[in-house]
């Protein structure tokens, strides 16, 4: 299967160029290449702008390399690659360029081409992906393919020098053939024709040994001999200051040495970095770095060379040093123009991995380990045997959604930033932090059992606790934590997330700052995922029913309207209480789905006791939940609904709990005056349970308030619920707007509602919800 995300394609782009292969390294590209990127052809070629002719370095076709034959660059995809840099073609691309055969052997659609530079400029050839139909690729393919052409073009620069050399040995050597070997000066210059070679193939031998740090040490080694020099280094700049170089490599009389930094003005290290190369004939060692400590005071001879990336930019600088004085420098300069090529292309090799892994394994919002990087150490800490117990803490941030949601993305990375920096300040060493995606963090604590981990978990939810101000917002932030434990609860890194993420579930659903996992918590999960599993196909399948419960006048107990009550029957469940299953429908998203079934059921409802020649007085309540209310096609939905069954929008009325206006309260207000000017009613439920402002209250374009039976339950008994009714109803009048109780058992709550100024209710009293051909039978004859 194909990567589909950055991380995993520039992962498997790092282990693929990471591996020694047995092919040529273009012949190794190519062939990663197609793979990571799910082509049918891959090809690097070089282009000679002399000849204007294309040769074709390595293809691969269809899971096997190819040959072809060189051909002549006029009309070729290639040459717009030349001239532009890249050319993409979607499809029909043997069309647009039909006098190009290859592409019509291949049975080319798709085309993408990148050009392929010198590590100084300039054009040398192109990378080209080829696909028998239109050509899709994953969005980081640009990415991919830039980091591939740097290092196809240091290793084609490389190539390229080595044949250079290759032929001016040849031609010198027949040169003396034809001279003879008599002259003293002839045999100087065969001995270095001889050095040339052996030089050729130091670099060559290098080539084939391993990458990495050990690669750059075998090079300075090969480097130092070939060239007779008691001293070979490679430097690279430091990151951050440009003045100072860090040495990779130091061989000094064939033994390596410590590395070291130091400071490069004044020394003739600065030289290369500024005109590319220094040359001391002699008397070099008084001008060398005082870190050296006067350990190379015995040097005569420097020679060094910078090393340019693929876009010209110094990296660093090679060299060597000779105990005697330098007379002809020619040999020395031309090897190690050799070698400074593929030293360069090693570096930027290593760099680009640095990057490419850093991409698959780093969060670049908030710069820990991400969710790939997370799983590889939480595999390496389980499967190492000295591994006895540890603790997995699973994070997830409350509430975090409105942050975004009100102050923007942009302003949430950088809350999110923040947090990791807190949550990493309150850990100890060996303790590992990463963040899984969105507001989800994970903590490894190894070697730690229950009490140390719930401690954890407490330091985590305390360096939180103060606002966090940011960009001059202050934000008050709590955190759910999940812990499970190894080997208590899990044997494999998988199920002790999967546990760690059920125990946050609950300290969610608990409200508590942290939870360690229980064994009945992993049943309650699988039985809600049943119930979640069922109730996806009855609403797909329209397999739930409505019941009305009626809304009456509390003076006269006339009927004044009614609320639909979802209501499901399972053949498997049995009766499945709407407590039960609206809140798995909220959390598994299904409950938009839900709420569009309410309003078609309700409209066709309305419509079928038209058809009968009942009509009911007032409003139809449908509830809509908090994520219903922000869809943006809600009103559009309702409309068509009311127009499809011939419903006037003024039969049905909304009700929203209060904290489902609370959850984005300008886009609630925006929303109500749009539902109010079509003719809807609308009621805010379950009021005083939430946390609404007044001055939010008063800006809504509700027209009835539902006073929430937790209060009306226990007025006659509780002084403090009798003050919060009376509270509600005497607001609810000053604002202008209706109130209406719910829950109503008794004569005496009735009474007690009345005197109170509340004149509209419901409850067990008049009656439970009825389905609805009962609820016609007993209310709309």
């Keep these: 299967m194909l990567p589909t995300s950055a991380p995993e394609i520039f992962r498997q782009l790092a282990d693929k160029l990471s591996c020694v292969s047995e092919e040529g390294f273009f012949q190794h590209l190519v062939r990663s290449l197609a793979g990571i990127l799910g082509v049918d052809h891959a090809a690097i070629e070089y282009v000679d702008s002399h000849q204007g002719t294309v040769s074709t370095l390595a293809a691969w076709s269809q899971g096997e390399f190819i040959e072809t034959a060189p051909y002549s660059l006029q009309s070729t995809p290639c040459q717009q690659v030349a001239e532009h840099s890249r050319l993409f073609v979607f499809a029909s691309a043997r069309q647009q360029f039909p006098d190009d055969q290859r592409l019509d052997a291949l049975s080319v659609e798709g085309y993408l081409g990148i050009s392929i530079a010198a590590p100084g400029g300039g054009f040398l050839g192109a990378i080209a992906l080829m696909h028998s139909s239109a050509l899709e690729l994953p969005p980081y393919a ?346 208590q609860h899990a044997a494999t890194p998988l199920e002790l997330l999967k546990h760690a993420d059920i125990a946050m579930y609950q300290a969610k659903r608990q409200k508590l700052p942290a939870c360690v996992f229980e064994p009945w918590m992993g049943r309650v999960v699988a039985e809600q995922l049943h119930i979640a599993k069922r109730l ?111 419903v006037e929008a003024k039969q049905l009325s909304l009700e929203i709990t209060e904290s489902g206006i609370m959850e984005n309260p300008e886009k609630a207000i925006a929303m109500t005056e749009v539902l109010k000017s079509k003719g809807l009613g609308l009621s805010i439920d379950d009021f005083g349970t939430g946390y609404s402002s007044l001055a939010y209250l008063k800006r809504f374009a509700a027209d009835k308030i539902k006073i929430d039976i937790s209060f009306v339950r226990d007025m006659l008994t509780s002084d403090n619920d009798r003050v919060i009714v009376a509270t509600i109803i005497a607001m609810a009048n000053t604002l202008g707007l209706e109130t209406i109780a719910e829950g109503i058992e008794n004569q005496n709550q009735i009474n007690a509602l009345l005197a109170m100024g509340c004149a509209q209710g419901q409850g067990y009293y008049f009656d439970r919800p009825l389905a609805a051909a009962k609820f016609a039978q007993r209310w709309l004859s």
């Design 142 to 487: 640009d990415e991919v393919l830039r980091i591939s052409a740097a290092l196809a073009g240091a290793e084609l620069a490389r190539q390229l020098a080595e044949s250079q050399t290759r032929e001016r040995l040849l031609y010198k050597q027949q040169a003396l053939k034809r001279i003879g070997q008599h002259n003293t000066a002839l045999i100087n210059t065969i001995h270095e024709q001889q050095r040339f070679q052996h030089a050729v193939v130091s670099v060559a031998t290098a080539v084939s040994a391993e990458n990495g740090e050990a690669f750059l040490h075998q090079l300075t080694a090969h480097m130092a001999e070939a060239l007779s020099a008691e001293v070979g280094f490679i430097a690279l700049l430091d990151e951050q200051d440009a003045d100072i170089a860090h040495t990779l490599t130091l061989y000094v009389h064939g033994q390596c040495q410590d590395n070291f930094a130091y400071y490069l003005p004044g020394v003739p290290c600065h030289k290369v970095m500024v005109e590319q190369e220094c040359i001391v004939h002699e008397g070099a060692a008084i001008m060398l770095p005082t870190e050296t400590n006067g350990a190379l005071s015995w040097v005569n001879g420097y020679v060094g060379r910078r090393l340019d990336d693929s876009h010209g930019q110094p990296m660093g600088l090679i060299g060597v040093m000779f105990k005697k004085p330098l007379d002809d420098v020619d040999v020395v300069r031309n090897v190690l123009q050799i070698f400074a090529a593929r030293a360069a292309s090693e570096l930027e090799r290593q760099q680009d991995e640095v990057r490419i892994r850093q991409l698959a394994f780093c969060d670049s919002g908030t710069q820990l380990p991400n969710r790939a990087a997370f799983m590889r150490h939480l595999e390496r800490v389980v499967a190492d045997k000295h591994t006895t117990e540890l603790a997995l803490l699973l994070l997830d941030l409350n509430h975090f959604k409105e942050i975004n949601d009100t102050a923007g993305h942009d302003l949430g990375d950088l809350v999110l930033k923040a947090v990791a920096k807190r949550f990493a300040a309150s850990l100890t060493e060996g303790q590992y932090l990463a963040r899984l995606g969105g507001d989800e963090f994970v903590v490894v604590c190894p070697g730690v059992e229950a009490n140390r981990a719930l401690a954890t978990a407490q330091q985590l939810c305390d360096s939180i606790a103060q606002p966090f101000i940011v960009e001059q917002h202050s934000f008050e932030l709590s955190v759910g934590i999940g812990l499970a434990l190894y080997p």
């Design 536 to 646: 996806a196909s009855a609403i797909a399948a329209k397999q739930l029913s409505l019941h009305f419960q009626p809304q009456v006048d509390l003076h006269s107990g006339q009927l004044i309207g009614a609320e639909a009550l979802c209501r499901w029957h399972d053949e498997e469940l049995g009766d499945v209480s709407p407590g039960k299953f609206i809140p798995i429908a909220e959390e598994r998203g299904m409950i938009v789905a839900l709420g569009s079934w309410v309003i078609e059921e309700a409209c066709r409802q309305l419509a079928a006791w038209r058809e009968q020649g009942r009509s009911m007085p007032g409003q139809l309540a449908i509830n809509i939940a908090a994520q219903q209310f922000e869809e943006d096609d809600l009103v559009t939905g309702l409309l068509g609904c009311c127009a499809h069954f011939g």
